[in-house]
């Protein structure tokens, strides 16, 4: 049985589409047949994100309006085996993405794959509320900052009651805190609140934690998931992750300074 | 260089505690109003016209809220009305 798992954060800009592609890349790395669909109709990049953008001709909202099927829409990742990509549309609006259009597109993608990955557009709007509708499990990737952490405490609100499985009663989604964007340095001088910290406010239980890295900006300026970099710390921490998720033990890494205890003192 | 001042100084409360502090307090309280359904506040400022029509009472006297008990919505509505014996101003619970 597929698992459906949200990338999802509330704020733009910490890191969902970036988060989603190197997940998603690495569950295929591990042997998953793994779907990524972009829900940020008028808006997508992450087919930009994972180095797709001239091979798109079919997109989820075509899917939809049955102008063309799932394996014309579905674009297979050129570096990764098991991996595929549903981008948005780019044109159209995001009404266009209607309950029983997705529910349709789900239904058929939980047939033929293990993971299905939904990037959720920033936002609590309807493209948002679609991204998470048939959740399974979340991702809640939140920035070690007030706005990022008040916004996704709302997600997870929404995450309670406004999915299908609040809807129903069954088993809540199961929620899993990704703290992105992380500067341990400034953690030590108390210029950034810590992982356990913006834990602690959300309650949710901490699943990964993503250095911030120029790896990052460097993989999506060639449009290569920053997972397929494997010197970068960035890359091993989103390994880490889902390593963890997958059950395994893996101790958090990346969380403390290198840098030498003087350069605390004098500003470093 | 403030890295190194703050060591010495000691005392003031870092700007990540600040910004935790600051989320606790807002999280729990959004957390609050939208846990109950959206009627919830109009209510509270209708209840208060009705019962001020009687009573003096300002808005802090006033507690609504929402709960589950079992497979029931309790509806809690808690007034603290001045004492009447003293013809004082000041409320009493």
């Not at chain 1, 733009?12 to 988060?19: D, F, Q």
């Not at chain 1, 033929?112 to 998470?132: K, T, V």
């Not at chain 1, 309670?160 to 992105?180: C, F, Q, W, Y």
């Amino acid at each position: 049985m597929a698992k459906i798992i949200v990338v999802t954060s509330g704020k733009g800009g910490v890191g969902k589409t970036t988060s989603a592609a190197a997940f998603s890349t690495a569950l295929a790395l591990r042997g998953y047949k793994t779907a990524v669909i972009d829900f940020d109709v008028g808006l997508r990049n992450l087919d930009l994100v994972m180095g797709c953008e001239r091979r798109v001709v079919y997109d989820l909202i075509n899917v939809i309006n049955h102008e063309g099927n799932l394996n014309q829409a579905l674009i297979k990742d050129k570096r990764v085996e098991n991996l595929f990509i549903l981008p948005a549309s780019q044109t159209r609006n995001k009404d266009a993405l209607t309950l029983e259009g997705v529910t349709e597109v789900i239904e058929e993608l939980k047939e033929r794959f293990d993971f299905i990955i939904c990037d959720s557009p920033a936002g609590i709007e309807h493209g948002a509320m679609m991204a998470m509708y048939f959740a399974d499990e979340a991702l809640i990737v939140t920035n070690p900052e007030v706005s990022s952490v008040r916004d996704s405490d709302r997600i997870i609100g929404m995450l309670g009651s406004k999915t299908l499985r609040a809807e129903r009663g069954d088993t809540p989604v199961k929620e899993h805190l990704l703290v992105t964007r992380y500067v341990p340095a400034r953690v030590a001088n108390g210029e950034m609140m810590s992982a356990e910290d913006v834990q602690e406010i959300l309650a949710v239980p901490l699943l990964g934690v993503i250095p911030e890295s120029k790896d990052i900006l460097r993989a999506s300026n060639a449009g290569v998931p920053i997972t397929l970099e494997e010197k970068s710390d960035a890359g091993k921490a989103y390994q880490d992750t889902v390593a963890r998720f997958l059950g395994e033990n893996r101790p958090m890494r990346f969380l403390n300074t290198k840098k030498h205890f003087l350069s605390r003192w004098f500003g470093g | 260089m403030s890295g190194f001042l703050d060591y010495f100084k000691g005392s003031r409360k870092s700007s990540a505690a600040v910004a935790k502090e600051r989320l606790q307090i807002i999280v729990a309280h959004e957390r609050g109003v939208l846990k109950g359904p959206e009627y919830l506040p109009m209510l509270q400022q209708e209840l208060l016209m009705v019962v001020r029509k009687y009573v003096p009472i300002s808005d802090e006297h006033i507690k609504i809220s929402m709960d589950k008990d079992g497979e029931y919505e309790v509806l809690e509505l808690n007034i603290s009305l001045p004492d009447l014996s003293t013809k004082s101003t000041h409320l009493k619970r």
